[in-house]
């Protein structure tokens, strides 16, 4: 059963349009403006405090805009590469750096956020090569790739496991594990949950085929780098997918946990009874998201630390 705290949080959370003055949820249509939502989103997240004991370093690499997020005592020479959310068409450093704070100080590493091109501007494949380029970035300056964990949530989840399939076709050395929390691993959206949780989740109604169309523009949506259930994961390092039982994106994670085992792939998925749509972020607000932001720090220590 959900904790009390978690049920009041994720009621709030569902129940947001009621401190807009609406009566009814939003609903994503072809109506939905970018340029608004990304407004209200840095609006949002403009004054978030980062804890005392981390401190933070802006830098271009190349011409991507980045940020270093390092925590206390940080394990030396290791680095987690977060690759953040925002439904392919939002989303920044300033927008994650406080959640990226939760998982440098919980796995103690340095880590490393960035500003990857987005949807409708910048459809696939502009995300992806980002992801590769400064993946390429951290080798050329020193990291090794078994120095690097990646990891994202919602589109960051996705992007993370395009990042493996894109490494592993350049035949680009491998990070030494990953994380993917609520990915969408299917870009078509044809999974039931997208059905049977519309309502159950926190995701805007609609959002995902509006959002989702506009990344993937004219291409192929079955692509393997815009879609990684249509991935080859044999080869590829050690996963932990996290999803709530309440996600519109369950069936993708359970169907590309199912199919990288059975190419081979180390794959824990683990899945929170009710919880929604990349709810590890809510750490500290209710009990099962910090146990969950800790199960997969724990993966992560235990991973990087071998």
Not at 148 to 173: C, M, R, Y
Not at 231 to 259: R, Y
């Amino acid at each position: 059963m959900p904790t009390i705290q978690s049920r009041i949080v994720i009621g709030l959370i569902k129940n947001r349009h009621l401190f807009k003055m609406r009566l009814k949820p939003e609903v994503v249509d072809a109506g939905f403006s970018v340029d608004k939502f990304r407004k209200e989103v840095d609006k949002a997240t403009a004054k978030m405090k980062m804890p005392k004991s981390v401190t933070t370093r802006k830098q271009t690499l190349n011409t991507i805009q980045a940020e270093w997020i390092v925590p206390e005592q940080p394990v030396e020479g290791k680095i987690l590469l977060y690759i953040h959310g925002g439904g392919f068409i939002s989303g920044s450093c300033q927008t994650h750096r406080m959640h990226v704070a939760k998982f440098a100080q919980g796995c103690r590493l340095t880590s490393l956020v960035f500003d990857y091109r987005l949807a409708p501007e910048h459809p696939f494949p502009a995300a992806v090569d980002d992801c590769v380029a400064v993946y390429q970035w951290l080798l050329e300056n020193g990291y090794r790739p078994e120095d690097i964990v990646v990891g994202g949530e919602s589109a960051g989840g996705t992007l993370t496991l395009s990042l493996l399939l894109a490494l592993k076709q350049k035949k680009i050395g491998l990070p030494k594990a990953a994380f993917s929390i609520s990915p969408v691993t299917d870009l078509r959206c044809l999974a039931d949950s997208f059905r049977y949780n519309a309502k159950n989740d926190i995701a805007p109604m609609g959002s995902w085929d509006v959002w989702t169309k506009l990344y993937i523009a004219d291409n192929d949506p079955t692509l393997p780098l815009l879609s990684p259930l249509m991935g080859d994961f044999s080869g590829l390092p050690p996963l932990h997918i996290c999803v709530g039982t309440h996600e519109i994106h369950l069936d993708d994670c359970v169907n590309v946990a199912q199919k990288a085992k059975e190419q081979g792939m180390a794959v824990t998925l683990s899945k929170w009874e009710k919880m929604v749509h990349a709810f590890p972020l809510f750490s500290p607000l209710f009990p099962e998201a910090t146990k969950a932001l800790t199960e997969i720090c724990n993966f992560v220590k235990n991973q990087i630390h071998e």
